[in-house]
């Protein structure tokens, strides 16, 4: 076909399959276009920003026909703050492209061979399934179209959410269905008081201003809450909103602020102030108890995690006898939930603080064959590493979404262990890691994990077993 020049419109395109990143794919004479805002059955016409020589991507302008699979989605801020793409589709129909998205990546990608895939594992929970969420402070709110054309005074504070490719401009939530209650109360509270009292709410380009972020936390299991505000300067003024905060929500277990004058929100540096409560909060999973600080990791679906963490468990087939090596720990949850099954649990993570939390988690639940490093992973693994720690039999890891450094991969392939947990949040990265240990290791097991529903994002667990170790 002819190439398209940016902002053409192609007409009665028929939408086909989903695509990555919550994108939908058609083909135009044998062109690949990637549409924004549509669903696999539309008839839609797309206006076209970009056009390369093998593909094009562009974003739905007019519905011709609406596919089957369609639902109205149920959050008034779906399409806008660029959370949950996938609330006008069915939720059988989610899961079904998931597992297959896994298949593809590992088959495509990883060019592994792989048995047949277990059927995804459905989150428990469809709505208010996490226990963190993050909101922005903003003095430049998105405006819709209408607002911006009745020209009129109109109020630009918000509390909510960044617009995708807007980092200066925030939705105003007034209600998310992510994390149940109190969440929605607490921001509310927050934002409703800062307006009546005049406080400045940040602009992010000119850096001013004094509210910046809000980080709320909920554990499924015991009903704790969790706030963290983060301000750009001191001043009496946060006192005074916590304890009306405080005050008016007597269930807050942790409240927290912290003064960040930096250009970003990151926050891993700065003091963390408790203002009232204990500066953490608990969740409790199989008797177990772990310690959530304002800077700690946790997985965001506390249920959905429980299902993760016992496959993790059943694929590592420990007996009691094993040395465990669990690689990027976090703050030590996989490795305290395996270590009554395993000899000795060896947890490695680049960011001390978590491994501090970890050790933490150990002692408070009584476990005494576990043992943490902080540092670089691939500089930490290494056959001296090996010599102390002994040589582990089951390797989990759970590396970030950039999946696992080169280095890490070789000294795996090099380490012995008869068995590989692997489990990860990008099955693109999991496939190209699965490719470099391929030599050394097959493929057994398969299960995809459904933790963030109505997103494109997926879990997946892999079981890998060494070729010779039979012999």
Known sequence: MKFMKKSEVLENILVENFAA????????????????????GDVVDVRIYKSKKSFMEGVSVKFHELSPLRLDPFCPHFGVCGGCKWQNVNYQTQIE???QQVIDQLTKIGKVSIPEIMPILPSKETIFYRNKLEYTFSNNRWLTKEEIDTQEDIERN?????????????????TCFL?????????????????????SFFDIKKQEGFLRNLIIRTANSTGEVMVLLQVFHESEDVF???????????????????????????????????????????????????????KSFFQT?????????KITRAFAGL????IVYDLYTGTGTIANFVASKAKKVVGLEYVEMAIEDAKINSSINGIKNTVFYSGDIKDLLNNDFFEKEGRPEVIIT?????????DVVEMINISGAKRIVYVSCNPATQARDLSLLDSNYEIVKVQPVDMFPHTYHVENVVLLERRDAGK
């Open 21 to 40: 990143e919550g994108k939908s794919i058609a083909r135009i004479e044998g062109k690949i276009l990637f549409i924004e805002n549509a669903v696999p």
């Open 97 to 99: 492209y998931k597992h």
């Open 158 to 174: 918000a509390l909510g959410f960044h617009i995708p490719g807007k980092y200066d401009k925030i939705v105003d939530v007034e």
């Open 179 to 199: 994390q149940p209650e109190p969440s929605n109360t607490i921001r509310n509270i927050i934002k409703e008081y800062a307006k009546q009292k005049g406080l």
């Open 240 to 294: 005074d909103l916590l304890d009306h905060l405080y005050s008016t929500i007597p269930g807050i277990t942790s409240l927290n602020y912290v003064i960040n004058p930096k250009k970003n929100e990151t926050f891993n540096d700065l003091e963390v102030v408790c203002h009232k409560g204990l500066p953490y909060i608990v969740e409790e999973i199989e008797g177990l108890k772990f310690r959530i600080g304002p």
């Open 301 to 309: 679906n506390s249920v959905q995690a429980y299902e993760l963490y």
């Open 319 to 322: 007996t009691g006898s094993e």
């Open 398 to 406: 759970d590396p970030p979404r950039a999946g696992m450094h080169a």
